[in-house]
């Protein structure tokens, strides 16, 4: 069993407050294939109730993590555009440590995002 763990957290910088009720899914990548492992939203603190991978399903890898934000836009009344600029934003990264704490957190606003590893 792996004692390593997946979280994340969006803070929604053009509102200065946690992104609650955002939709993110993970899938592990394998060559060409990606295969669905989590699907859930964030909480009011802009995090998920738990690890988006749990110790014990931990494992080195591609992984992809995929923000819906379009829905999380529109729902705030960020400015109206058709096709929203920032729909779903993938971030795809590796894990190499199978004992390490993965952060993978997404700074949003309606026209940029960043990302970085945190802790």
Not at 39 to 64: Q, V
Request: proline share 8%; aromatic share 10%.
């Amino acid at each position: 069993m792996s004692e390593g763990y997946l979280t994340t957290h969006v803070l929604d910088t053009a509102r200065g407050v946690p992104a609650a009720g955002l939709e993110i899914e993970l899938f592990r990548l394998e060559g060409g294939a990606r295969q669905p492992l989590a699907r859930m939203r964030t909480n009011s603190d802009g995090r998920t109730d738990g690890p988006i991978l749990p110790k014990g399903d931990f494992a080195t890898g591609a992984y992809e993590l995929v923000f819906h934000t379009g829905a999380y836009l529109d729902a705030t009344g960020a400015p109206p555009e058709a096709p929203r600029f920032l729909d779903v934003i993938p971030i795809r990264f590796g894990i190499s440590d199978a004992a390490a704490h993965y952060h993978v957190p997404l700074l949003l606003s309606p026209f940029g995002y960043s990302t970085y590893r945190g802790s």
